[in-house]
């Protein structure tokens, strides 16, 4: 074990400039990029002489397919992934909308908790794919708003959950400092509850993102609009383009990837305070 | 008992006002079932205008719960708690107290000086007056320079400042303080010890201050209410008779090391003779237990 040593006589590198915060970013990021690189290189080795049709294609072709069909042709990348994203924020905002409005009525009054949490936890237990055909159903299948309802169902219950807490787990020295202060309730919701329910809103929030674009390609398999992921992911894979179906599970990936860091930024912009966001350097 | 006619500060006397008056009160705790925990029991005590008061004992012996109820966060179970000559609930609605509680319970989401500015906001001062208020209380503690740091970016110390700095803005008429040096370390504490003083002497707000440290109780204090455990009540009031200012010589004076012994004796006589921090929070517990 030779790093237990204490590094005497070895000279202390130079200040830390930008090189050497370059440097270290290098290095930060290098093994992930190392790892992707290679197994992009061993994926397209291993699948570009297989025999057609392939249901794994080498990346070269999936990228081939994703420009091939991003404007035009039977499956219209694009469009698809734009009312897929379409139904999913709509159903993020319908579902957020009335897991705060829950969360707030719970946590402020027990009764509301007592008659709405065993209905929401019972909610929560059904899997959504089994629901989903009932939503097509009900809401009109060719109707995005049938799929923005399952995505609503879907992300409710971390969202409610989640505020809950944070609007609920406030220090108790905290509560007792406003008391002091004579503060009425509303006094310590506004400056006590709700910004120590932000961090957990917006945790809750990230997961949600990732929720809701299952949620809404779930609801597209069993039926509607054919320009969705859902529909061109199901359509390309039965007439066996498997290179369109991975063109767009990635153009999916990406969306999703892109909805969660719309979400860190708006966490960096509204919680730069919280231990989650801050760089934890002393003054 | 201290005479309240002789003023135990030295200052030149104000009339003898009585802040904190406290007459038979018994608190008693539901412990779940048919157990009844008695906190205190058979509490006199009156505090008077100016006064640095600590209240000392073994854990168990209710010295947060009695400044929860000079404080109104709690009721007492019987007798009366009259601040400023009326009732605790009264003088709480009346925003006279100051809390300082054993850890500093500043909001991450506020900059020093907008924790400090909470209070303010409470009681609706107009801008200019909350101004001027903040930038004279950080100034009292010694934190101008950190007027816009997160409290998250400073030391333990610091945060207990600002949590003074809070505590005092609303100029109350008595500020409670619950073990507030506890959590840190014997140095920061000394120091901390000094800094209060400058503050109570600066300010003439009176004190009552809960601690679990003979040193700091009788270093601090006009007088150190000693308390035994189970139940709860007051054995005896030694007043503390050393000058002012004090400062690290005082330390080293010998009428001070007499008087630290003297209430570690009237510790003893009572029953409590181990008030080490570990005990401490296990006195906290039982105080807070009995909130809910």
């Known amino acids: ?283 | 008992m201290a005479d309240p006619n002789i003023d135990p500060v030295g200052r030149p006397a104000a009339e003898p006002a009585s802040v904190v008056r406290i007459r038979g009160v018994d608190k008693r705790f539901d412990a779940g079932g048919q157990r009844v925990t008695t906190a205190l029991s058979g509490i006199d005590l009156e505090i008077w205008r100016g006064e640095f008061v600590s209240l000392i004992g073994p854990s168990g012996c209710g010295k947060s719960t009695l400044l929860r109820l000079i404080g109104d966060l709690t009721a007492p179970t019987e007798g009366s708690v009259e601040v400023n000559g009326k009732p605790a609930h009264a003088a709480r609605l009346g925003r006279e107290y100051g809390m300082v509680f054993q850890a500093p319970v500043l909001f991450d989401w506020r900059t020093v000086e907008d924790n400090v500015r909470l209070p303010l906001e409470l009681l609706g001062l107009d801008r200019s007056e909350r101004d001027r208020r903040i930038a004279a209380m950080l100034e009292l503690v010694e934190l101008s320079d950190f007027a816009r740091h997160h409290p998250y970016q400073l030391s333990g110390g610091m945060q207990q400042r600002v949590a003074i700095a809070r505590a005092l803005a609303l100029q109350p008429a008595i500020l409670l303080m619950d073990e507030p040096f506890g959590a840190l370390d014997e140095m920061t504490r000394e120091r901390m010890n000094s800094e209060v003083l400058r503050i109570w002497q600066q300010t003439g707000t009176t004190i009552v201050f809960v601690t679990h440290s003979i040193p700091e109780a009788v270093f601090l204090s006009t007088r150190v209410v000693v308390m035994s455990a189970r139940p709860g009540r007051i054995t005896r009031v030694v007043d503390v008779p050393l000058g002012n200012p004090r400062n690290d010589l005082t330390r080293e004076d010998p009428r001070y090391f007499q008087l630290v012994t003297e209430v570690r004796e009237a510790l003893r006589a009572g029953g409590g003779f181990d008030t080490d921090a570990p005990m401490a929070s296990a006195d906290r517990l039982n105080a807070e237990g009995g909130i809910g």
């Open chain 1, 1 to 283: 074990m030779t790093s237990a040593a204490p590094a005497v006589g070895v000279p202390l590198p130079p200040t830390p400039g930008r090189v050497a915060r370059l440097g270290r970013g290098l290095r930060y990021y290098a093994p992930a990029v190392i790892t992707f690189v290679a197994v992009i290189v061993v994926w397209e080795l291993a699948t570009s002489s297989a025999p057609e049709p392939r249901i794994l294609p080498p990346p070269s072709a999936i990228v081939a397919a994703l420009i091939e069909n991003w404007g035009a042709g039977r499956w219209p990348l694009f469009d698809s992934a734009r009312a897929t994203l379409y139904e999913a924020v709509g159903g993020l905002v319908l579902g957020t909308a009335v897991g705060v409005l829950v969360a707030f009525a719970i946590s402020r009054w027990a009764s509301a908790r007592d008659s709405v949490l065993p209905f929401a936890i019972a909610a929560n237990a059904i899997p959504i794919i089994a629901i989903a055909p009932i939503f097509n159903a009900w809401f009109g299948v060719t109707n995005p708003f049938s799929k923005m309802m399952i995505v609503a169902l879907l992300v409710f219950f971390p969202i409610m959950i989640n505020v809950t807490r944070g609007l609920t787990q406030v220090e108790s020295s905290a509560l007792e400092l406003m008391r002091s202060y004579a503060a009425s309730d509303w006094e310590v919701l506004r400056k006590v509850r709700l910004p120590n329910a932000l961090p957990y809103f917006l945790t809750a929030l990230k997961v949600a993102t990732t929720l809701s674009l299952i949620g809404a390609i779930v609801g597209e398999y069993f039926g509607g609009s054919t320009t969705v992921i859902g529909r061109v992911v199901v359509q390309s894979a039965s007439a066996l383009r498997f290179d369109v179906t991975w063109a767009a599970i990635l153009l999916a990936a990406v969306t999703g990837i892109a909805f969660y860091l719309v979400v860190v930024a708006l966490e960096r912009a509204l919680i730069p305070w919280h231990a989650s966001v801050r760089g934890d350097a002393p003054a």
